[in-house]
């Protein structure tokens, strides 16, 4: 039974309607990045090949994955690279003799039941070059017998021409079919399993949908995240497991939020998902320590009363788990590298980026370490080449959390980094935000690459349950939900009365997750975090 309720029009949303409906604000944001692209050529033993530059993190199968090739093909051409591919490193890879059309296109008539996932397989192109080639797909969903243009810039792979769609028929015309019970409080038939059933689980999603706002204040992320959870429940229903799902828009403000928690539901709660706002994670902590109900937070890095709570579970690391892994990382490279700390003057004390860098020089001199202290100013410009050691790498770290107050001080780095070694600690939420900057290394709890086969799995359940895609911006928070949903049901869910210290290391297909308590008597944190430069 997957219930919904949305507590001030006291009627339930069907989902079918719901999220049909709001597909069309998540397209509309959908950011197409992707570009062609275009690389040197040079002829070697008679053979055009392209120049390629490895990038960060790169290795043989992924770059063969990219241009349609081997990794003994990429061995043979470059000798070098017997041992390992390397970041900058400048490599050889044979050009393809298939012909291609002259205006770089071919065409392809949608078939039925065919997705976005399957046809961007087929031809080898990503979803943002397809899109790209096909504004129209930004707006609505695939029609079938459309004709779509191709970009042909890779081989093409004959062996998926006929690859078989996963499909869920049954899932949709329970969908369907809901839409003539919408005075109905609860939603039939979409994960009922009764000859099948092992486990039964109460979850509620508390999440700002903002459905009664206009369009342009509806945030995807949230409503990614519940359909990405919603794959993950599917799945698990498939396995032998029931729930009772119910959905509230708790919209933003307090009230909202204590007029939701007044639902004598939510009392028979498994697991409690959300909210995302400060100002409600309070509340819903009370509320699952009074009820002893799980509570699982998965975008705030700070709980006020996380150490004396022990049904919370925050997603989200922090900055204690961060400025631990900096340590670390400054205790492996600090000794034969130039540390500076670029400070921006006036800063409010409550800003991360300051008690990060206060942090971390505390400790550098607790262990006896060299560092450099840069006071960043419009009239100072120079000081700044003045800091780097031409001899070794240049680690800078800055003390604000606001890129916006180090725009000009990063252009300048970056200037100067064509003829220097350095790099900068870059936040994650600086990751998005375009602007010139220098080489940079950051801290993760989101992988880089997502593993292929689940990936894949993952993206046709996805797409036989809605008719719409989901953004391509990192994070990505369907898939977050996704992770989430199974951990919790594999290792948490299953110990409802546990009290473990440690819960088990799991590997999803954007994250790595592993709950540690975070004293007696508190509740848990994930502490994962990955190191990507």
């Known amino acids: 039974m997957l219930k919904f309720i949305r507590l001030h029009i006291n009627l339930s949303i069907n989902l079918k309607v719901s999220i049909t409906i709001l597909s069309v604000f998540i397209l509309q944001s959908c950011a ?27 290795g043989f199968y992924r770059i063969s994955k990219n241009f349609n090739t081997t990794e003994a093909i990429i061995k043979e051409y470059n000798p070098v690279a017997e041992n390992g591919l390397k970041s900058g490193m400048e490599i050889y890879i044979p050009i393809s003799n298939q012909n291609q059309p002259k205006d770089g296109f071919m065409e392809h008539k949608v078939e039925k039941k065919q997705t976005i996932f399957s046809i961007r397989k087929k031809y080898n192109i990503t979803e943002a070059e397809l899109i790209e080639a096909n504004p129209a797909l930004k707006e609505r969903a695939l029609q079938t017998g459309e004709i779509l243009k191709i970009p042909v810039n890779k081989k093409i792979d004959d062996s998926k021409s006929n690859e078989p769609i996963i499909k869920s028929e049954d899932i949709k015309e329970n969908l369907t079919e809901k839409n003539n019970n ?9 994960l009922n399993n009764k000859t099948k059933e092992q486990k039964h689980f109460n979850i509620a999603f508390l999440l700002p949908f903002m459905l009664d706002q206009k369009a342009e204040t509806t945030d995807k992320r949230f409503i990614e995240f519940y359909a990405g959870s919603l794959v993950a429940i599917n799945e698990l229903k498939e396995k032998g497991y029931n729930f009772d799902i119910f959905t509230y828009d708790v919209e933003k403000s307090d009230v909202k939020m204590m007029e939701v928690l007044q639902d004598t539901n939510l009392y028979n709660m498994n697991l409690i998902i959300g909210p995302a706002y400060s100002n409600q994670i309070s ?4 509320f699952a320590r009074i009820n002893r109900i799980k509570t699982l937070i998965p975008f705030s890095s700070k709980i006020i009363d996380i150490e004396t709570n022990k049904y919370i579970y925050q997603f989200n690391p922090g900055q204690d788990l961060e400025i631990q892994k900096l340590q670390s990382i400054i205790l492996n490279e600090g000794v034969d590298s130039n540390i500076i700390f670029a400070d921006v003057n006036k800063l409010n004390t409550y800003d991360d980026g300051y ?3 206060q942090t971390l020089k505390k400790f550098m001199d607790d262990n006896l370490m060299n560092y450099t202290t840069l006071n960043l100013d419009v009239d100072s410009l120079y000081l700044i080449r003045q800091s780097l050691n031409p001899l070794k790498e240049n680690i800078v770290f800055f003390n604000t959390s606001r890129i916006n107050y180090v725009n000009l001080f990063l252009r300048e780095f970056s200037r100067l980094s064509y003829t220097t070694n350095l790099k900068f600690y870059e936040p994650y939420s600086w990751r998005t935000i375009k602007t010139e900057k220098p080489r940079s290394f950051y801290l993760s709890t989101f992988k880089s690459e997502y593993p292929e086969d ?20 990192s994070p990505r928070y369907d898939l977050l939900g996704y992770d989430l949903i199974n951990y919790f049901i594999n290792y948490i869910l299953q110990n409802n009365n546990s009290t473990q210290a440690t819960y088990p290391y799991s590997e999803g297909i954007q994250s790595n997750i592993q709950f540690e308590k975070i004293s007696i008597d508190g509740g848990y944190i994930n502490n994962t975090l990955n190191h990507y430069e």
């Open 32 to 58: 197409l990045l992707a570009q062609t692209p275009s690389y040197p050529v040079k002829k070697i033993n008679g053979v055009e090949c392209i120049v390629y530059v490895v990038q960060p993190r790169e």
């Open 182 to 190: 919408l005075q109905k409080n609860n939603i039939n038939g979409i």
């Open 283 to 286: 509340l819903a902590c009370d």
């Open 355 to 357: 008690y990060r860098s």
């Open 454 to 473: 689940l990936y894949e799995n993952y993206s046709n359940n996805f797409s036989s349950i809605f008719d719409w895609i989901s953004s391509n911006e």
